[in-house]
């Protein structure tokens, strides 16, 4: 079945470096999504990319989707400690709902005030 | 319009209780998917449902796990016979009807201990 793989498992990072997830699946995807869960808390959506070679922009976060539609990333410029939590990427294979997504297993970011 | 609403919050069961899990989508979302998140570990998909329909519970395990979404009422995942290995936290999360990729919104989750 398809699998979603992300990498690096663990990142801690100094308040103001850069911090960056990658994202692989095993098969190409219709989109990609990235939610981030804080410790404790829930998965929040922050953006979903579809279009192959698509960049996306919030405030300090970047998101790209690879040509090939096969993988992705986030970054996140200059740390703050509200970035902490964990950063999921969720893949949707071919007309399917949004729901019935392949999660990776996330990347923990901790940041260091 | 509230959200994703999930109950009990946190649920501790001795092994061989029942654990029952309630999920009440967001209002005008039909489609309920549960998720199993083990400690430190990513969300696993169980089952996907429709209002009086499974339409994949191709993640749920074949025994004693079950899912339901009645035409009134919420979402329930119900575990019988529960096993040290079933604590986990269990998220629900709904999408809009007929609305396809579009972001899931979670509910708060169900921490289940089995002591």
């Known amino acids: 079945g398809q699998q979603v793989m992300q990498i690096p498992q663990y990142q801690h990072v100094q308040e103001g470096e850069d911090f960056t997830t990658y994202c692989n699946s095993s098969?190409?995807?219709?989109?990609i999504q990235w939610y981030k869960q804080r410790p404790g808390g829930h998965p929040v959506f922050l953006i979903q990319?579809?279009?192959?070679?698509e960049v996306k922009k919030q405030k300090r976060l970047t998101f790209q989707f690879g040509e090939a539609k096969k993988n992705s990333s986030l970054h996140i410029t200059a740390t703050q400690t509200t970035d902490v939590g964990t950063y999921f990427c969720?893949?949707?294979?071919?007309?399917?709902?949004?729901?019935?997504?392949?999660f990776g297993d996330g990347t923990t970011l901790t940041v260091k005030p | 319009n509230a959200g994703v609403m999930q109950n009990p919050r946190h649920l501790v069961r001795r092994r061989g209780q029942e654990a029952r899990l309630r999920c009440s989508p967001m209002?005008?979302?039909?489609?309920v998917y549960w998720y199993r998140q083990l400690p430190e570990e990513g969300l696993k998909f169980m089952v996907y449902?429709?209002?009086?329909?499974?339409?994949?519970e191709s993640g749920m395990p074949k025994e004693r796990f079950s899912a339901e979404f009645p035409k009134e009422g919420p979402s329930i995942l119900r575990i019988q016979q529960v096993v040290r290995g079933d604590s986990a936290a269990y998220f629900c999360?709904?999408?809009?009807?007929?609305?396809?990729?579009?972001?899931?919104?979670f509910g708060q989750g169900t921490r289940l201990t089995v002591v």
């Open positions: 990319l579809v279009k192959s070679g």
């Open positions: 209002k005008g979302h039909s489609h």
């Open positions: 999360a709904s999408s809009p009807l007929g609305t396809l990729g579009t972001e899931a919104f």
């Open positions: 098969t190409t995807l219709s989109n």
């Open positions: 969720a893949g949707l294979k071919g007309n399917t709902n949004a729901g019935k997504s392949t």
């Open positions: 449902l429709q209002k009086e329909n499974i339409i994949d």
